[in-house]
């Protein structure tokens, strides 16, 4: 049964930081891609980052670029999202998804991915 548990949410000022950890299990880990998402009442779910386990480059979308960085610890099979520079428009339920096969085109879009996990709210202040 595979399951992601997502946390690491809070309450954060603007231009702060905040680590998100995706914790997998009953997953291949080291053959998956796993992303994180963010969504805002009354919009769209948002692919914001993805790792793929078996190599390449990250994905980063262009509003989080040279702010969030995300990484994995392969041993605990998490995935972390380093998230600095906070802005208000960073406020949202954060969500890990992953995927058992990613085509790297396709990395920011939900149906691209097979499991997810709860989300965990980020709220950013002024």
């Known amino acids: 049964d595979v399951q992601l548990q997502a946390s690491g949410g809070g309450l954060v000022q603007a231009g702060g930081s905040l680590r998100l950890s995706c914790a997998t299990s009953g997953l291949s880990f080291d053959d998956s891609a796993i992303a994180w998402f963010r969504q805002v009442p009354g919009k769209q779910r948002e692919g914001i980052s993805c790792?793929?386990?078996?190599?390449?480059?990250?994905w980063y979308e262009d509003s989080v670029k040279g702010r969030f960085t995300i990484s994995s610890d392969n041993e605990k099979n998490t995935v972390y999202p380093q998230m600095n520079s906070l802005k208000l428009e960073d406020t949202a339920v954060y969500y890990c998804?992953?995927?058992?096969?990613?085509?790297?085109?396709?990395?920011?879009?939900?149906?691209?991915?097979?499991?997810w996990g709860q989300g965990t709210l980020v709220t950013v202040s002024s």
């Open positions: 998804a992953a995927a058992l096969r990613i085509i790297v085109s396709m990395m920011q879009l939900p149906s691209s991915y097979d499991y």
């Open positions: 790792i793929s386990m078996t190599g390449g480059v990250p």
